[in-house]
């Protein structure tokens, strides 16, 4: 069965639940989670992303992403997902949460209420080769240089929260 997305009004509020596919074919604001996980040394778990995968493959991205199942917090299916897709867990802490709207080259389009969360951890993942190709720890502002010089490694979305990640801490730490 494909997976359901919760739909949501633009104050997250639930209002249905559509197939995942056809959520992205349509464009429908749904409900959206992403991790950020640093270590002690301030560097961001990048993953990049499988090459097989239908959207944004061999891209790199936040440590994962994912969409929240029915019923599920937004801790939850943050630590169920980077279990799946990183081969670990750890505490999880939402930060901020906001709209965007992503177009991809394939005619699918990103319109997610997207919820933030950070974790640290300090070792190496076991990652998931069906969803993850590589991954590697790279320092904050590193990362912010190589998306303003090199915006095509790098997926449409992670780009865009990346900003609003990186302007949080920097506000608030």
């Not at 104050?11 to 249905?16: E, F, L, M």
């Not at 996980?37 to 961001?44: A, D, F, R, T, V």
């Not at 993953?47 to 929240?68: D, E, M, V």
């Not at 999880?92 to 709207?101: D, G, N, P, V």
Request: with cysteine; aromatic share 12%; net charge negative.
């Amino acid at each position: 069965m494909e997976e359901q997305v919760i739909l949501v009004d633009e104050q997250d509020n639930p209002i249905g639940l559509m197939p995942k596919l056809e959520a992205h074919q349509k464009a429908v604001l749904h409900r959206a989670f992403s991790v950020f996980i640093l270590n002690s040394k301030g560097e961001l778990m990048l993953q990049q992303r499988a090459k097989h995968k239908y959207h944004s493959p061999g891209l790199w991205t936040n440590t994962c992403c994912s969409h929240q199942r029915q019923g599920e917090t937004n801790i939850h299916a943050g630590m169920r997902r980077l279990q799946e897709e990183m081969g670990f867990t750890t505490d999880l802490k939402e930060i901020i949460s906001f709209i965007y709207k992503a177009p991809f080259d394939n005619g699918l389009t990103e319109h997610e209420f997207d919820h933030v969360l950070i974790g640290h951890y300090e070792d190496s993942p076991i990652i998931n080769h069906d969803e993850v190709a590589d991954w590697k720890w790279m320092p904050l502002e590193d990362v912010k240089n190589d998306i303003d010089t090199y915006p095509e490694h790098y997926t449409v979305w992670f780009v865009i929260i990346f900003t609003k990640f990186y302007d949080y801490l920097k506000n608030n730490l």
